[in-house]
């Protein structure tokens, strides 16, 4: 098995590598016929599915974040299983998975944090309904100026405090513990500030001399995928935005 490529730097990686690839091991023994794409998009549904009962029934969240937390899992597995692929077959993989893959991660983040949004304005708890939206709108930021400087033949650090890997993890926790004020508040307003942070940490990995760049990413191939992902998130992050400031008016103008 070939080793992690330089954008792959996360700690995470190293700690889930034993489990993701015995989890590849089963699915090459038993569904062979198992893509990538069917991971994403079967890890999409169930967050989705997840976060729409959650948003209809509540307290179903402090039974449900399990399962959030396994879909949320296929991030990882769908990658992995990428590159076994293309190990497997001597090809590169493939831009359009990165894609797709780009797209779920958007999808399922904006749906989670706009529908914890909508639930803490049916409480009636105003700050954290306004804090889950900033979460919503800013949640696509660090994978833009992380595609943005891979685009530019630079990695950052996965492991940054805004990075996917915390995302989901809070994201679930906040799903879970959704009826607490204290919490959801919290959650929510710490989520935005680790956003922003972290975008602003990787729009300066271009800088010469920054701190914020992680080394050089000299695979083509995988710097002409990042561009691609730049140029799809360059349209989902406005539309997500758009989605936010939406709910946001919304919720101010509500007495």
Excluded: C
């Excluded at 983040?109 to 639930?119: G, H, I, R, V």
């Amino acid at each position: 098995m070939r080793e992690l490529p330089a954008p792959q730097n996360s700690p995470l990686r190293k700690l889930f590598k034993a489990p993701v690839e015995g989890a590849l091991d089963v699915i090459d023994r038993r569904w062979p016929w198992i893509q990538p794409d069917h991971v994403t998009l079967a890890g999409t549904a169930a967050v989705l599915g997840v976060d729409a009962v959650v948003a209809r029934y509540p307290r179903s969240g402090i039974f449900l974040w399990p399962a959030y937390a396994a879909a949320s899992l296929t991030d990882v597995i769908d990658g992995a299983l990428a590159r076994r692929r293309a190990a497997q077959s001597s090809t590169e993989t493939t831009s359009k998975g990165a894609i797709i893959d780009t797209v779920s991660d958007k999808a399922q983040e904006l749906m989670t944090w706009y529908s914890l949004a909508a639930m803490a304005q049916r409480r009636g708890d105003r700050v954290a309904a306004v804090l889950h939206t900033l979460s919503g709108m800013s949640s696509t930021l660090p994978a833009l100026f992380r595609a943005r400087a891979e685009a530019g033949a630079v990695t950052v650090a996965e492991n940054a405090m805004g990075s996917r890997p915390i995302r989901g993890i809070v994201g679930g926790v906040a799903m879970g513990l959704n009826g607490n004020r204290l919490v959801s508040r919290t959650l929510a307003g710490s989520m935005t500030v680790m956003n922003i942070t972290t975008a602003l940490q990787r729009s300066r990995a271009l800088v010469p001399g920054s701190k914020y760049k992680f080394g050089d990413l000299e695979d083509l191939d995988k710097v002409g995928a990042a561009q691609e992902r730049y140029s799809v998130l360059k349209v989902v992050t406005p539309v997500g935005i758009a989605i936010g400031s939406v709910l946001l008016a919304q919720q101010l103008r509500r007495r």
